[in-house]
Nanobody, 115 residues
Framework: QVQLVESGGGLVQPGGSLRLSCTAS????????MGWYRQAPGKQRELVAY???????NYADSAKGRFTISRDNAKSTVSLQMNSLNSEDTAVYYC?????????WGKGTLVTVSS
């Protein structure tokens, strides 16, 4: 069982930035595909970005050019730098880890974009 703990959420004004982090409790962190998903009120959970290795990040169209996903395998962490935030980015953000058939989720961290 892998535990994922997110941090970094909060209230930010439109146009602002936030950095989310997720720490995983596994010594096999480098083997996992790590991702960030989000779920806005009344909407389904959606993929924001994922990273297979440090050189292969992938983004949803809504995140391209504004968000950057990165990982530090030595620290078992994955981060999401979010810039130019707008109200549509308001959601609970979840960290996700996948390896083969194994998949784990964090409990989520709330991001609210509001003036």
């Amino acid at each position: 069982q892998v535990q994922l703990v997110e941090s970094g959420g909060g209230l930010v004004q439109p146009g602002g930035s936030l950095r989310l982090s997720c720490t995983a409790s596994t010594v096999s962190f480098s083997s996992y595909t790590m991702g960030w998903y989000r779920q806005a009120p009344g909407k389904q959970r959606e993929l924001v970005a994922y990273i297979i290795s440090s050189t292969y990040p992938n983004y949803a169209d809504s995140a391209k050019g504004r968000f950057t996903i990165s990982r530090d395998n030595a620290k078992s962490t994955v981060s999401l730098q979010m810039n130019s935030l707008n109200s549509e980015d308001t959601a609970v953000y979840y960290c996700n880890a996948k390896w083969g058939r194994a998949e784990y989720w964090g409990k989520g961290t709330l991001v609210t974009v509001s003036s």
